[in-house]
């Protein structure tokens, strides 16, 4: 039998709102110092403990927005009491070590030229969680963190405003631009945990929203992890992100779309029985297929590890990649395995058109005991879907670069202290394409996955369960 986790999110959400409702006055100037303790989390099963910034005997309320620069400290401890905006321009700067709290319906947002600093390291991650005790904390406990730029996305205008709130909000809300290289600052070694809520059916905020966001912004070292919707979704724009870690999300892993060009490398994403539906879901736009700019990112070196069990057997359809509504992109040295329902699905005519173009490849890669040990057959998945019978079987899993063969990785599918690396002798170690040399991309990696001999997840990612 299918089990939803949302039934328990949404019975737990009823009575958050009811405590809100009570106790908390969002027009309350400042913020406010109170007594007690911020608590440490222990990380259940992780690596990176509670952010690395100790014992704090201050728990400071955030009730109002970021409107001058601004630092928050690490040795106390943060509580969101409403959904925060940095904006007027100004700097948001938050500790290596600092632990941020929030409540239900809260959330960080960073408007269109404001800018967030959160550089934490390896040994004192920036961490973003629940204000519930750790034993109690649940995917949708609070909102999650959203930057938005002034980078090209393909809405009519060039502009559009984030899902997940009122449309009232105007320019709180508003993204998109004509600068590619902008910059919403810097996100690195950065946590987010239990996050992601729906404000209205499919409007959601995700763990780690990124609306017209530049390849200006720095994005490294970033787990997001027991979201109620994506993990990290990226609205139009060009921002560049490396070593990303996105573990049972409720919902897709990855998501991009309104022409989203920009660049990924190492990433690493883990699905679970219970929920959880796409690693990918990529489109360009539903209403115009071919609009410009298209999505097309470039993306190299991404373990894709579903939940493992048999078709049907999940609690969503579970599909690798999802790539639907025009998109195209360079998808190099991905590792999709245990994914029961489909390895690759490409929808619509307009996406087959990229592929057979050149525009969207996905070569390089590893494919293994998806849909139960059959990557390609799974007819409930594969129906008419506006593809053209499209043949992902014998384009992708028949492409001479790709290759159907156990990638043998330590521990893969342990949700509480997983182990993504490869076994001594692994084939990922050969059949790599080498990335681009361009700055961004490290060229040397021309390994399969997001993995070689090291472990950079190590010291500063966590995954508890609750």
Same mark, same amino acid.
């Given at each position: =039998? ?7 999110? =949404? ?25 007690? $303790? ?33 630092? @928050?400290?690490?040795?106390?401890? @943060? ?88 449309? $009232? ?45 530049? $390849? ?33 999300? #409720?919902? #897709? ?33 539903? $209403?115009? =297929?071919?609009?410009? *700019? ?45 994914? *029961? ?34 990557? @390609?057959?799974? *007819? ?10 499209? #043949? ?75």
């Amino acid at each position: =039998m299918k089990i939803e986790r949302w039934a328990y999110i =949404m019975l737990a959400a009823m009575v958050a709102i009811t405590g809100v409702a009570c106790g908390e006055d969002e027009d309350e100037p400042g913020a406010q110092n109170i007594g007690g $303790s911020g608590g440490n989390d222990p990380g259940t099963g992780g690596t990176g403990g509670d952010g690395g910034g100790g014992h704090r005997d201050e728990i400071v309320e955030v009730n109002s927005d970021v409107t001058s620069d601004t630092t @928050w400290t690490a040795d106390k401890t @943060w509580l969101l009491k409403k959904q925060v905006f940095v904006k007027n321009g100004a700097t948001l700067e938050i500790e290596a070590g600092t632990r941020i709290l929030g409540e239900f319906g809260t959330a960080l947002i960073v408007t269109r030229g404001a800018k967030i600093h959160a550089d934490g390291t390896a040994d004192r991650p920036i961490v973003f969680t629940s204000a519930k005790e750790p034993g109690k904390r649940a995917p949708g406990d609070w909102g999650g963190v959203i930057l938005l730029g002034r980078a090209p996305i393909n809405s009519d205008g060039g502009e559009n405003t984030i899902e997940g709130f009122p449309a $009232s909000q105007g320019a709180d809300i508003t993204y998109g631009g004509n600068d590619p290289e902008d910059s919403s600052g810097v996100l690195r070694f950065v946590r987010i945990e239990f996050a992601g809520w729906e404000y209205a059916p499919d409007e959601e905020i995700n763990s780690l929203t990124l609306g017209g966001v530049g $390849s200006g912004t720095v994005i490294e070292y970033i787990q997001t992890h027991m979201g109620a919707d994506d993990g990290i979704e990226f609205f139009g724009g060009t921002a560049n992100a490396k070593y990303l870690v996105v573990t049972r999300m #409720d919902d #897709d892993s990855i998501d991009w779309d309104l022409g989203y060009t920009g660049k990924i490398q190492f990433a690493v994403i883990q699905k679970e029985p219970l929920v959880g539906n796409n690693g990918y879901e990529a489109d360009n736009d539903g $209403s115009n =297929m071919d609009k410009q *700019p298209r999505s097309n990112p470039t993306i190299y070196n991404v373990t894709m590890i579903g939940s493992g069990v048999g078709p049907g057997e999940a609690g969503k359809d579970q599909i690798g990649m999802t790539l639907r509504e025009g998109t195209a992109g360079t998808l190099m040295n991905h590792i999709v395995m245990g994914f *029961p329902d489909f390895a690759v699905d490409i929808q619509h005519d307009a996406t087959v058109a990229q592929f057979e173009a050149g525009n969207l490849r996905i070569e390089n890669s590893i494919f293994w005991s998806n849909v139960g040990g059959d990557d @390609w057959n799974n *007819p409930a998945i594969d129906k008419a879907d506006a593809d053209g019978n499209f #043949d992902e079987g014998a384009r992708i899993g028949g492409h001479p670069s790709n290759r159907s063969v156990d990638p043998q990785l330590v521990d893969p599918y342990n949700l509480v202290s997983p182990n993504f690396l490869p076994k001594p002798g692994s084939p990922v170690f050969e059949g790599g394409a080498t990335p681009p040399d361009d700055g961004f991309f490290d060229p040397t990696a021309t390994f399969v996955g997001a993995f070689g001999t090291e472990d950079w997840t190590r010291g500063w990612t966590a995954y508890p369960e609750n």
